[in-house]
């Protein structure tokens, strides 16, 4: 396979969401295998957009400065034919990342282009750690593309790619479906239509529930039975007044968690 050479050029924190982009004074951030940037908002075991690279030479065709993409790690003298999803990345003699698919513009950056179509495929390609370490500005960048399957574009395709790695026993929050997906949090007002779009057969959609672990019947009307042949305990919480009976998971003993995304 060939290979393409880069450089780091600047490298960012994303603390919290909205939040301005921190440049560490010492030039340097620490990624998790599996897991993104220690310290970003955006570092979760489930996530495929743990980490944000931009080629330098995309953001200067727009005049962007470095971090107004919002991005983690900006790389310089890297050829456009080698940065695409499914890359591998290797920054010095350990790190890798893995990249999975292009970041789409949103407002956050919407004072920076005349319109989002203009730099649609040129704000960067997110992707997840797969060896950790250190990342520092003059770090030598070294890609391979196509070396895996890019993750698709779409995020309902995302949504059944997650779903299908839900394991029998346990349960997903909405909030967790829209991480494991790699969309922004609005996205949990669309995961009841995504639900009821999906083939109940095909994929486990019993196996999730809301951001409080209740049940929800009203898409899954089968889903308490579903998820007793599980073993899994639904309680059930009798309102006083019959006005909020509710039926729930207990999401701390049949949450899924303390794994990762498995990408194909």
């Not at 920054?91 to 990249?99: E, H, N, P, W, Y």
């Not at 990762?260 to 194909?264: A, G, I, M």
């Given at each position: 396979m060939n290979e393409y050479i880069g450089s780091i050029l600047k490298v960012f924190i994303k603390p919290s969401g909205g939040a301005p982009m921190v440049e560490p004074a010492t030039g340097q951030i620490g990624l998790l295998e599996g897991y993104g940037i220690e310290g970003d908002k955006n570092a979760?075991?489930?996530?495929?957009?743990?980490?944000?690279?931009?080629?330098?030479?995309?953001?200067?065709?727009?005049?962007?400065?470095?971090?107004?993409?919002?991005?983690?790690?900006?790389?310089?003298?890297?050829?456009?034919?080698?940065?695409?999803p499914g890359a591998l990345v290797q920054?010095?003699?350990?790190?890798?990342?893995?990249?999975t698919f292009h970041c789409e513009?949103?407002?956050?950056i919407g004072h920076l282009v005349h319109s989002f179509r203009e730099i649609e495929g040129k704000r960067g390609i997110l992707g997840v750690v797969l060896v950790g370490g250190l990342?520092?500005?003059?770090?030598?960048?070294?890609?391979?593309?196509?070396?895996?399957?890019?993750?698709?574009?779409?995020?309902?395709?995302?949504?059944?790619?997650?779903?299908?790695?839900?394991?029998?026993?346990?349960?997903?929050?909405?909030?967790?479906?829209?991480?494991g997906m790699g969309v922004a949090e609005s996205y949990i007002r669309a995961i009841p239509r995504y639900?009821?779009?999906?083939?109940?057969?095909?994929?486990?959609?019993h196996r999730i529930v809301d951001s409080e672990g209740n049940v929800i019947t009203n898409y899954i009307p089968d889903q308490i039975?579903?998820?007793s042949s599980e073993s899994i305990n639904i309680v059930e919480k009798v309102d006083l007044f019959g006005t909020n009976d509710r039926c729930y998971v207990n999401i701390q003993e049949y949450g899924w968690a303390d794994s990762?995304?498995?990408?194909?």
């Open positions: 979760h075991p489930f996530s495929p957009r743990q980490v944000l690279l931009t080629r330098q030479e995309d953001s200067d065709e727009f005049n962007i400065h470095p971090g107004e993409l919002r991005e983690n790690i900006v790389i310089n003298g890297l050829d456009s034919s080698a940065f695409a920054v010095g003699d350990s790190v890798q990342i893995r990249l513009p949103c407002k956050r990342v520092q500005v003059s770090n030598k960048v070294t890609v391979t593309p196509d070396t895996y399957r890019p993750l698709p574009s779409v995020p309902y395709e995302r949504f059944l790619l997650f779903l299908s790695q839900v394991p029998c026993g346990r349960v997903v929050t909405y909030k967790q479906v829209v991480i639900i009821q779009q999906t083939s109940p057969i095909t994929y486990p959609v039975e579903k998820l990762k995304l498995q990408l194909p």
